[in-house]
């Protein structure tokens, strides 16, 4: 800054002046001021539009509105009409020239004011100012002295107020710039958001800082307890549970028989910092070593196997801003869902975040408050990472990271930011904290090609294949020798994958199998935790409540909904993609073998033996239960395995099933559940489960009635069904009126289908073939003695490539005449040079209603698709058609029920019975697919009295293409004569 220009800060590159160095973030029974709550505030549209003297303590601010701190600028007024500004969402571009450090002139700033009391007897001459998170750039006064400026949004910042502060009336004025030169290194992939977020507080000053270091020795049981304190008086340490008492903190202290932390067990030892001036500081400390062995990650000797998410901040009211029971949310549902680590993706998390992991157990990547992702685009020209003009603002970060968290046993490795480039200051920053804490790894993808100063070969949506290759140890060379045998000595992670956008994500358990198959590999992070959609109403006379996205906001670049794509949604509600998550990394396998009569117990956990487990089992025979029981199973050792015989009480209920003979599926179901409470759930919580098929249906088909089709005025009947003589269409079931079956291979795209990192999104591909205008052409429709044929021909306009198509429908025979059973045989022949895989294959069709009763036998509950179904078992489940749509932020494809034996869809005009022969895959929805596929919102979509079903033979997988792979080869559904059956009756 200079006198000249008194915002120059706004633009040099410098992170910051007046404040104090970095620190950790502590508890302390010193006296503290917090200035949360309204502000006076008004937003100036730039620097030309600048409030002149409002921070002198005597400025009237009375006409200025009241503001919540923390909170983000944005987000006001929402759900309705935002009153400061809109949020903008970009993935990679900048919303702003790329002309660095220079930021627009017409640069949005908030002018924030509070008055706050100071009571008689406070410290003041030894107090520090203290914000928790400022977006972009501020600077700030106390009664008109200008205490600094600073950046680093996800940083903690604070100041030196001993000379400004005094008893009594006090005025703080921070003046908050959306953007600075700080916005190119703050590129994450979210919404641009601004204000004063995070906490400020004035806290009085006695330890100045404190670092625990606590070790593990594996071999020997033993702790090594050391605490580096800096304080202007002698401090003392006291731990009770180990003996340590009014010790020198420095010692160090060797304990035996020392519990480890670990995600598992977080053992947390209570202690206390005791100085001589009287101030106390509670500790909590956790004891582990983390350490690559022979190329391997491990914590405490164990291999870690990370089932991890990235995390972003975000609540869909408050955006950035959390309040410490959403953090927790989060941390209880990752736990539930047998998730055990956390990627910060891409800053520093609020400080309770951190705590909460200590407190429940997730291992943590600490991630730098970094990324210049909007220089890729121009090929990285003028990117910061290898300017040595930005050299002190990446070193800077790298310490206020550190030095905020460094007292957290769940973090164990530091990550220096995300796709940044690569270059001598990300070098500076890993060897910065490798001087400063050694306990730890340094992590960082965007070297993945060299991998020189971290301790981690970090990779992102790579393939399975790659992803073994890598397991093996079999990866491409790097260009330097050197590199290269060191990147081969380091485990690997994946620090994104499984890209959780709309429907998906597929492929789940094929990364899990590859992951548990190689030593090497440390498992990874999927991308991400929670959709970044905005709570917004309609704004019409009857509004309607929708999650908005990129575009919504009128931006002028923008990425539309790649900021949703979480496993959970904006109102953290389970996704159907982390219930899959949570079945593909169970931390214990279970496999029952019907044909030995065993079940295997397979013990993934890091060091935790499965004591802590209830093993149950239950039997259901066509859905219905026939028995269940508690299952013994010895204690299994991580990285064990138990085989248990099955007990007499489990034989005797399957004898019981095999001679009821029922003509039904018989399954045998184990689960895993919580024996007694832990900190994230309670007893009977279900960690883990396994089927087996223990008596498969008859395999002998239903005989057939050689029943006629018969000719009428205008339609065909043939027993209970009337068909269209035109079209061939079936019209009515008996009582029941229908529309359809008819040859279906359209879906509502999905995000995967519609965008790719790799190459053209799949959804071109099927647009070019014109797979979402096809025309159904009736060729014949030919009664006969047995039944009724109809051929058709499924082809768009301006293409020579069609199915060919064949409907036989004939009569099952039963024992009630009025209970006859329809059949539908379907035979689809390509016509031509398919060269694209198809969405779908399968016959559509609909009945009048705006909802239903459903209920079917196969796997459930939730959505599955050939890809995605590790986490639906077989069983009979019973829902409504509205209760089967998933809410994606962006409609598509969603809600199908995969390999359904039979249904049940009832309405107030009747049931509509449907079997497959042997299964066949099950959508109904209040809405058309041409419907679902132009909505852009929830609240776009309008039933339309018609309930629309799907009987597919197949789907093409889901995969996470959106940013990552399609799906393997065994899920794509390619264009191939194919014949499937599916049977119809009714009831009432």
Not at 585 to 595: F, G, L, N, S, T
Not at 969 to 985: I, K, M, Q, Y
Request: hydrophobic share 40%; charged share 20%; glycine share 10%.
């Amino acid at each position: 800054m200079t006198d000249l220009d008194p915002h120059a800060y706004v633009e040099d590159r410098s992170p910051g002046t007046g404040r104090l160095r970095p620190r950790a973030a502590f508890a302390t029974d010193l006296p503290t001021i917090a200035l949360d709550g309204d502000w006076r505030f008004r937003l100036a549209s730039g620097l030309d539009d600048l409030t002149a003297d409002f921070a002198a303590p005597e400025f009237d601010d009375s006409a200025w509105e009241l503001l919540a701190v923390p909170s983000c600028w944005q987000m006001t007024g929402l759900p309705g009409e935002p009153r400061h500004g809109a949020p903008a969402y970009t993935n990679i571009l900048y919303p702003f020239p790329v002309d660095p450090p220079r930021v627009p002139r017409e640069n949005p700033t908030g002018e924030y004011r509070r008055e706050f009391d100071v009571p008689d007897g406070f410290p003041a001459s030894a107090a520090v100012l203290r914000f928790e998170g400022v977006d972009s750039a501020f600077v700030v006064w106390l009664n008109g002295i200008r205490l600094g400026d600073g950046k680093g949004s996800r940083l903690t910042s604070e100041f030196d107020v001993s000379a400004a502060l005094r008893p009594g009336r006090n005025v703080l004025a921070v003046r908050v710039h959306q953007w600075s030169s700080g916005s190119y290194l703050e590129d994450q992939d979210m919404w641009w958001l601004s204000g004063i977020f995070r906490s400020v507080s004035v806290a009085a000053r006695g330890v100045e800082d404190f670092f625990v270091h606590a070790a593990y020795d594996h071999t020997t049981g033993q702790g090594t307890l050391s605490v580096d304190v800096a304080a202007p008086t002698r401090v003392s340490l006291s731990v009770p549970e180990l003996g340590i008492s009014a010790a020198d903190p420095a010692g160090p202290h060797v304990i035996d028989g020392i519990e480890p932390w670990s995600d598992e067990q977080p053992r947390l030892y209570a202690g206390e910092l005791l100085s001589e001036a009287g101030e106390r500081i509670p500790l909590r400390i956790g004891f582990r070593t983390v350490a690559v062995v022979d190329g391997v990650l491990t914590a405490n000797g164990r291999p870690v196997s990370l089932r991890g998410v990235n995390r972003h901040e975000w609540h869909p009211l408050t955006g950035r801003t959390l309040t410490e029971d959403t953090m927790l949310t989060d941390v209880l549902l990752m736990k539930q869902h047998n998730i055990n680590a956390v990627r910060t993706s891409h800053y520093p998390p609020d400080r309770r975040f951190l705590d909460l992991c200590d407190e429940h157990g997730l291992w943590v990547f600490c991630e730098g408050d970094l990324e210049t992702h909007g220089f890729e685009p121009g090929g990285w020209r003028r990117n910061p990472s290898d300017d040595p003009a930005w050299r002190e603002a990446y070193l800077d970060r790298a310490e206020r990271l550190v030095e905020r968290d460094k007292n957290h046993p769940s973090v164990i490795v530091w990550s220096l930011g995300n796709e940044a480039g690569t270059g001598a200051n990300l070098a500076a920053s890993a060897a910065w904290i490798r001087r400063r804490d050694d306990s730890r790894l340094i992590h960082y993808e965007g070297d993945w090609a060299s991998c020189a100063y971290v301790d981690l070969y970090s990779r992102m949506y790579i393939g399975v294949a790659e992803l073994a290759a890598v397991g093996r140890g079999q990866e491409a060379p790097t260009a330097d020798p050197a590199d290269d045998a060191h990147r081969r000595a380091l485990p690997a992670v994946l620090c994104e994958y499984g890209h959780a956008m709309g429907t998906g994500p597929g492929g789940l358990s094929e990364y899990q199998q590859v992951i548990e198959a190689h030593p090497r590999l440390a498992g990874g992070f999927i991308w991400e935790w929670i959709d970044h959609g905005i709570a917004r109403l309609t704004g019409q006379e009857e509004p309607h409540s929708f999650y908005a996205y990129g575009g919504d906001f009128g931006e002028e670049v923008h990425d539309g909904n790649f900021v949703a794509d979480g496993l959970l949604f904006p109102d953290r509600t389970p996704s159907p993609g982390l219930v899959e998550y949570k079945k593909v990394v169970e931390p214990v396998r279970i496999r029952v073998d019907p044909a030995t009569r065993r079940i295997d117990v397979h013990n993934l956990h890091h060091s935790r033996d499965s004591g802590y487990l209830d093993f149950r089992w239950t039997v259901e025979d066509g859905g219905d239960p026939v028995g269940s029981g508690g299952l013994t199973v010895p204690v299994t050792p991580a990285g064990a395995t138990t085989t248990v015989a099955w007990p007499a009480d489990l034989t005797a209920a399957l004898d019981a099933a095999r001679k009821n003979d029922s003509g039904h599926e018989v399954w045998l179901t184990v689960t895993a559940v919580l024996a007694a409470d832990e900190t994230w759930a309670g007893a009977g919580h279900e960690i883990a489960w396994s089927q087996g098929q223990v008596v498969a249906p008859p395999a002998s088909p239903a005989p057939f009635a050689l029943v006629p089709a018969i000719v009428h005025d205008g339609f065909i009947a043939l027993g209970p069904a009337r068909f269209d003589a035109r079209s061939g269409a079936l019209t009515r079931l008996g009582d029941l009126e229908l529309d359809g079956p008819r040859l279906d291979v359209w879906r509502a795209p999905i995000d995967n289908d519609l965008l790719s990192a790799f190459g053209e999104p799949q959804a071109d591909a099927w647009f070019a073939a014109g797979l979402h205008r096809m025309r159904h052409d009736v060729l014949g429709v030919e009664p006969d003695a047995s039944g009724l044929t109809v051929t058709a021909r499924l082809a768009a306009a301006g293409s020579s490539c069609g199915l060919d198509v064949v409907y036989r429908w004939t009569v099952c025979e039963t024992p009630h005449a009025d209970q006859a059973r329809l059949r539908l045989d379907t035979v689809v022949t390509p016509d031509g040079p398919w060269s694209v895989p198809l969405p779908r294959l399968g016959v559509a069709m609909s009945l009048p209603g705006t909802d239903a009763d459903v209920e079917w036998f196969g796997p459930g509950p939730g959505e599955a698709y050939r890809d995605s179904r590790a986490a639906a078992r077989v069983g009979r489940h019973r829902s409504t058609v509205s209760a089967m749509q998933v809410t994606q932020i962006r409609p598509q494809e969603n809600g199908n029920r995969h390999h359904v034996r039979r249904a049940a869809v009832t309405t107030p005009g009747g049931t509509l019975l449907i079997t497959g022969a042997p299964v066949i895959d099950l959508t109904v929805r209040p809405w058309s697919t041409e419907a679902l596929a132009a909505a852009a919102h929830q609240h776009d979509l309008v039933r339309d009295g018609r309930l629309h079903l799907h009987l597919d033979h197949a789907h093409h997988g889901l995969g996470s293409a959106a940013c990552g792979p399609g799906p393997s080869a065994p899920d794509v559904l390619a264009a191939v004569t194919t014949a499937f059956t599916v049977e119809f009756g009714t009831s009432r």
